[in-house]
């Protein structure tokens, strides 16, 4: 189906671990994101790509890597996680249109132990 | 820097009746987007819609409306003749020139049946 999908949906990880959410979209869409939310902050971005092989920091760029080495993926790595990092992950893409809005995966809920 | 602030944290509203929900930002661009989307329990975003800043007349969307101040930063959301399936979190968002798109901290709805 076309979308875009974020996988896992869920995930349990220890402190000091490395772990990669994954975020594909099947729309060919140039821009893509990664946001958290957490309660009492709405959703901050992390990173962002405006293209493959290009990509910026957001607000919160802090313990994460991205990586864009082709269109349709997008995942965001922790490096080492730690507690601060629980929260609800949100990857979104969007077509490169003045006026288009963001479409949205289903998010992935880590929590780190 | 761009910021995005909600005032409401929460907000309740008798079915049928009608709220409004607000949003400003601080911004020195002259033209940019802004958006409000809704999140249900199920976590899943949806744009609720959009509005160009270079554009006098605001946005409407079925039961959704737009006032749009320009000169006074703010967005504020309408939303006529509640429903129960109006029960989420709104958040507002702003798009920078940079293509960032920044989120304010939401108000969630409750609806009173």
């Known amino acids: 189906d076309a979308g875009i999908t974020q996988s896992p949906r869920y995930k349990i990880t220890e402190t000091g671990r490395q772990v990669t959410l994954m975020c594909h979209q099947t729309?060919?869409?140039?821009?893509m994101f990664w946001y958290r939310q957490d309660l009492g902050h709405g959703l901050r971005l992390i990173y962002y790509?405006?293209?493959?092989?290009?990509?910026d920091k957001g607000e919160v760029p802090d313990g994460y890597v991205v990586s864009r080495s082709k269109t349709e993926n997008f995942p965001l790595t922790l490096e080492s996680a730690t507690r601060s990092q629980t929260s609800v992950y949100f990857c979104?893409?969007?077509?490169?249109?003045?006026?288009?809005?963001?479409?949205f995966g289903n998010g992935t809920r880590l929590t780190v132990t | 820097a761009q910021t995005v602030t909600q005032s409401q944290p929460e907000m309740s509203v008798q079915e049928a009746e009608t709220v409004t929900l607000s949003c400003t930002y601080d911004?020195?661009?002259?033209?940019?987007?802004l958006f409000w989307y809704k999140q249900p329990p199920s976590r899943q975003m949806i744009l609720v819609i959009r509005?160009?800043?270079?554009?006098?007349q605001n946005a409407t969307e079925n039961r959704f409306s737009v006032n749009f101040q320009k000169a006074a930063k703010s967005f504020s959301l309408k939303i006529s003749d509640s429903q129960l399936g109006d029960a989420a979190m709104y958040f507002c968002?702003?798009?920078?020139?940079?293509?960032?798109?920044?989120f304010g901290k939401g108000t969630r709805l409750h609806i009173l049946p």
């Open positions: 790509s405006a293209a493959a092989d290009i990509t």
């Open positions: 509005q160009e800043a270079y554009k006098q």
């Open positions: 911004t020195s661009e002259s033209d940019y987007y």
């Open positions: 979104a893409s969007r077509v490169d249109r003045n006026n288009s809005p963001l479409h």
């Open positions: 968002a702003y798009r920078r020139v940079d293509d960032k798109i920044i």
């Open positions: 729309w060919s869409h140039s821009y």
